[in-house]
């Protein structure tokens, strides 16, 4: 079984797993950004974990790498944000409506219940 040496080969393990298990092949990219430099993203209170963004016909998961610092963190902004992607051929994607909670809780509860041990297979790389 490959094995993650850090947070962001363990980020590319549950991502991979997540494209098996649901239909998010339009998600070809993890970027991970300084997030100090994306003013346009931030909230409130200066923070900024992850977003989604359209790159020539597919979707690129951007996370913050300040924000993110621990895999469970890191773990739960990516998924977090599949679920943003999940819903974005349907308009929904920039929402937290009742059906982005319903979409992210769907996949929190798979990571829970198989997800953490069934990524672990998936490669690093």
Known sequence: MPKAKN???RVTQ???????????????KIEWIDCSEEPDYKT????????????????????CE????????AI?????????AA????GLGYYHGPRYWTQYGEFQD????HGYSDSMS????
């Not at 300040?66 to 963190?73: A, L």
């Open 7 to 9: 947070i962001k080969e």
């Open 14 to 28: 549950v991502a991979r797993w997540l494209k098996t298990e649901w239909d998010l092949e339009k998600v070809k």
């Open 110 to 113: 798979a990571y829970e219940h």
């Open 87 to 90: 819903l974005w051929h349907e």
């Open 76 to 84: 739960e902004t990516l998924i977090h944000e599949m679920a943003h």
């Open 122 to 125: 998936q490669s690093p790389l």
């Open 44 to 63: 409130k209170d200066d923070s900024l974990y992850g977003y989604v963004l359209e790159r020539d016909n597919y979707l690129v998961i951007r996370l």
């Open 66 to 73: 300040k924000c993110c610092r621990t895999r469970s963190i």
